[in-house]
């Protein structure tokens, strides 16, 4: 059973314009959300975060909002560039019962292609 | 600061051969991961580590083993390979700074072929 779900496994969009990145989970006791962008060949970097305290956290082009009550977050990229065009992962993690949340969750990934 | 290192970067193996993949980090991180990535399938956790002479059971741990003798290394060992191990192995390492900052910091990846 998925806990994170990226319906769309793939995006393209112009350069110059927004990009969505869709999530959802099942599991209400995740309260700690994070993107993660990979180049072919290369490992996941992390690119932003959100806890469940916050519903946007920004940072400079990227932007994730988090929806509690739909279970849903986005990733938003504004503008998009070509470099940008990779594999983007959402992931979670709950603070379990030892304290702590070291474990993460991943969904399947979006392939997100920028056309120039 | 190399980050978090993986050796070796490609492998073929053939069915019931055996051999490890190692993962280095130099960020004196408590917690350690491995992890595989196959197509459609994101990245699902093998076995993890909370800290020197532990390690745990994730997702997808059959086939697979694991030791952490020093902490900035954790040993993934594959004992009789088989062609469904065939993947792209990830390492990567974390700090609990607190609550709401947990990175993960991964390596550059295994690809790895058991024919």
């Known amino acids: 059973d998925q806990q994170v779900k990226q319906n769309s496994p793939s995006l393209s969009v112009q350069e110059g314009r927004i990009s969505i990145l869709n999530c959802d989970y099942t599991?209400?006791?995740?309260?700690?959300f994070l993107w993660y962008k990979k180049y072919p060949a290369e490992g996941p970097t992390f690119l932003i975060s959100?806890?469940?305290?916050?519903d946007k956290n920004e940072d400079g082009r990227f932007t994730v909002f988090l929806n509690k009550s739909a279970k849903h977050l986005s990733l938003h990229i504004v503008p998009s560039q070509p470099g940008d065009s990779a594999v983007y992962f959402c992931?979670?993690?709950?603070?379990?019962?030892?304290?702590?949340?070291?474990?993460?969750?991943f969904g399947k990934g979006t392939l997100l292609t920028v056309n120039p | 600061n190399a980050g978090v290192t993986q050796t070796p970067k490609f492998r073929v193996l053939k069915t019931g051969q055996s051999m490890t993949l190692l993962c280095a980090q130099d960020?004196?991180?408590?917690?350690m991961y491995w992890y595989r990535q196959d197509p459609g399938m994101g990245l699902r956790l093998i076995h993890y580590?909370?800290?020197?002479?532990?390690?745990a059971k994730g997702e997808v741990p059959d086939g697979y083993n694991v030791s952490r003798l020093k902490k900035q290394n954790f040993l993934l060992g594959l004992e009789s390979a088989a062609p469904s191990q065939t993947s792209v192995y990830f390492c990567?390492?974390?700090?609990?700074?607190?609550?709401?900052?947990?990175?993960?910091?991964f390596g550059p990846g295994t690809r790895l072929t058991v024919l």
């Open positions: 990567a390492s974390s700090h609990l700074r607190d609550r709401w900052h947990n990175e993960q910091f």
């Open positions: 599991n209400s006791m995740f309260d700690y």
């Open positions: 959100i806890s469940s305290i916050k």
């Open positions: 992931a979670a993690s709950g603070w379990n019962s030892g304290g702590s949340n070291y474990k993460l969750t």
């Open positions: 960020m004196n991180h408590e917690y």
């Open positions: 580590s909370v800290g020197e002479g532990t390690t």
